[in-house]
């Protein structure tokens, strides 16, 4: 099997996973007992850092992983949480509907924050700070309705507290 680092040939997509990337990656193979059960840490990594997955990336991780690029492809396109086609928002949030958020207005929050943003759930706005997202469940049904934005949760969210977080946004 050929380095992932060689350059590609004449018309070929161009590399995507840097050496760190690589690096890391490769960090993971002694915690696990198989390649493949490397694959999603792998695929976090890229879309930590890429912020989305494209298909270049699911090759490479193929290969560094000595798998199928359909064995790849076939985890990421399992969970909903990564995206293919374009870079998400440098922040994501999720708005829960799970029955207990529905039933405190998380639909209704959801939809304020699409019309306040001028996107649709899994839309990102044009200045790329921000992708809107529906979840179905975040698990913090005291909390409700709730949203997860990066790393944290906000809790029982209004509309002011929404557009605080909207008008808040790097």
């Known amino acids: ?34 390649r493949q059960a490397v694959t999603l840490p792998a695929l976090h990594v890229v879309n930590r850092e ?30 909903g949480f990564f995206k293919q086609d374009a870079p998400h928002g440098r922040t994501r949030a999720w708005v829960c ?14 939809r304020h924050m699409c019309r306040r943003a001028g996107i649709q759930p899994g839309q990102t706005t044009p200045d790329g700070k921000l992708t809107l997202e529906f979840a179905e469940c975040l698990g913090a049904c005291e909390a409700a309705p709730c949203m997860l934005a990066g790393d944290t949760l906000h809790k029982n969210l209004t509309t002011h507290k929404a557009d605080q977080f909207l008008d808040g946004l790097p």
């Open 1 to 34: 099997m050929s380095s992932v680092r060689e350059q590609p040939a004449g018309g070929a997509a161009a590399r995507v996973l840097s050496e760190a990337m690589i690096e890391e990656i490769r960090g993971y193979f002694p915690r696990y007992p198989t």
């Open 50 to 79: 890429l912020r989305h997955v494209p298909l270049q990336a699911v090759v490479e991780v193929a290969e560094l992983l000595e798998l199928a690029p359909a064995q790849v492809q076939d985890t990421l396109t399992f969970y």
């Open 97 to 110: 509907r799970s029955i207990s958020c529905a039933l405190l207005g998380g639909d209704d929050l959801l």
